[in-house]
């Protein structure tokens, strides 16, 4: 493989200080939404619970939590 003469160093799109930040914050979203869910499915009676709202929340704290996962691994140094 040859490289041409001008080539740039790589450069995350996140600095690599905001990933303990972002792991915190993230994860804070991801419990209080699964939390959400969790008193969703507890307090509404079973006829008026309704699959969008349930998809909705549960999507929302899945993703959230999961980025949440990912930076913690970075901000500890495992590169994923």
Not at 34 to 55: I, M, R
Request: cysteine-free; aromatic content about 10%.
């Amino acid at each position: 493989m040859v490289l041409s003469g001008e080539s740039y160093a790589w450069s995350p799109p996140l600095p690599p200080s905001l990933f303990t930040t972002l792991a915190f914050v993230l994860a804070v979203v991801g419990l209080a939404l699964g939390a959400a869910f969790f008193l969703h499915q507890v307090t509404t009676a079973a006829s008026a619970k309704g699959l969008p709202v349930e998809l909705g929340l549960a999507a929302a704290a899945s993703v959230t939590l999961g980025l949440a996962g990912l930076f913690i691994m970075l901000s500890v140094g495992i590169y994923v």
